[in-house]
Structures are given as C-alpha cells and as structure tokens.
C-alpha cells in the first residue's frame, strides 16, 4: 500500500516570501501520479499542481512549482511571491497509473498561514 | 468545466434521523464518485467508492448499513447516513471521476452536525 508523508502540520510565510512544503511517499510502483491540492477555510478542495512520475520535468503553474526526486521519492511543492489568498491547508496525493484506478492516497496535510 | 456540487451545504438533526446528502457532476457525467469524511484539521478519510449502476465499495471499518450509497445515475450519487448519531458529525465531501478521465473533481463538502 501507498503512504504519504507530510512531515511539517504548520508552516508561515511573509506575504511575497518564498515558502516549500515537503511532501514524501512510499510505493513499489514504476509509474504514478502525484498531486497537491489546496483547501482554503471554505473548505473547497482545489487542485493546485500534478505531476505525472514518468516525467522527468517538474511541473509548473504560475506562482507554484515542484522539485519532483523520484529516486527520493520526495515531492515538494515551491510557492513564490506568496499571497494572503494562499493561506490554507495543503494536502499532498498519490495516485498509481492502473487502468480504472481512481483512488487518491492522502498525506496529513500542513496549515500555510501567510502572514501581511 | 468539471463542476461538482453537494447539497445540502449544511445539516443539522436529531440524533436517531437519517440524512441524505447528494452529489451532482453538473457538466459532465461520472461513472465513478468518492465520498470521505473529514474530522476538523485533519486529512480526508475515504470512505466509500461509488460506481454508477453497481454496488458501493467501502473501505475496511465504514459501516455499509449505516452509510447507504447509492448511484443511480451517471450525474448524481447520494449518501444516505441512517440513525445519526452525535459521533457521526463531520465534514463530508465527495468527488467524482469524469467517465473516461481519471481526474477526481471535489464537492464542496456538507457540514453535518447531529444534536
């Protein structure tokens, strides 16, 4: 079975600081994805980046970008230019590549708190 | 597109009732819906998989008998929470999976709160 680690519960930022969350996973797969997702205190699960493992590049969207180590099995997830708008609680997910495989496996999630 | 909606919102009842909870795929149809609880600051716990036109598929621990799922359509999936108790009082969200696709696209959650 998957297991996703999360090792940092909370985390704060300055706003326009740089902040990375550390995300870890365990899995005998070859190939997979990779996820983080964003809750906000409206509770609203909002995809923020994917990574699909048989890529070597890591994945980018605007402000948010990933060190994806497969080797090291290592996932963070990079927010620059930190806004007031991305406090929230981060949530980092696996997903194997089977056909028909839809499940995510969760981490425990870190509280960003960006303070102004 | 890939909007995903819960209803109600917000549910408060009596300990003893049951509540039903839906979950609409608005623009797309899903062959595949999720639905996890959620305790306060804590991560999503999956609690059952719901496929259209089968039988629910539950994760080891959730009572079968005590949270109905049933999918009957491509577009809606409800979870009916029979004889709630104060214990049951959560954070329910549900996601669902665009036939063909294999993204999970969430709910907005529904705050359950059992007197």
């Known amino acids: 079975a998957q297991t996703v680690t999360q090792s940092q519960p909370e985390m704060s930022v300055q706003e326009a600081e740089t902040v990375t969350l550390s995300c870890t996973y365990d899995t005998s797969e070859n190939n997979y994805y990779l996820f983080w997702y964003k809750q906000p205190p409206s509770r609203q699960m909002i995809l923020v980046i994917r990574q699909e493992a048989y890529k070597q590049q890591n994945a980018t969207e605007n402000r948010f970008s990933v060190n994806f180590q497969k080797a090291a099995k290592s996932f963070s997830l990079k927010i620059s230019d930190s806004q007031l708008g991305d406090t929230a609680m981060y949530f980092c997910?696996?997903?194997?590549?089977?056909?028909?495989?839809?499940?995510?496996?969760f981490g425990k999630g870190t509280k960003l708190s960006v303070i102004p | 597109g890939a909007v995903v909606s819960q209803h109600p919102s917000r549910v408060i009842c009596k300990s003893g009732t049951s509540v039903k909870i839906e979950c609409r795929s608005l623009d797309f149809q899903a062959t595949t819906m999720f639905w996890y609880r959620q305790f306060p600051k804590k991560s999503l716990m999956l609690m059952a998989t719901?496929?259209?036109?089968?039988?629910?598929?539950?994760e080891q621990g959730v009572e079968k008998d005590k949270f109905l799922i049933n999918h009957a359509s491509l577009t809606l999936s409800t979870l009916t929470v029979t004889s709630a108790h104060p214990e049951d009082s959560s954070f329910y969200i549900c996601s669902a999976v665009r036939t063909g696709g294999n993204e999970q696209f969430f709910g907005p959650g529904t705050r359950l709160t059992v007197l």
């Open positions: 997910a696996f997903k194997d590549s089977g056909a028909g495989s839809y499940q995510l496996t």
């Open positions: 719901s496929n259209e036109g089968s039988k629910a598929t539950y």
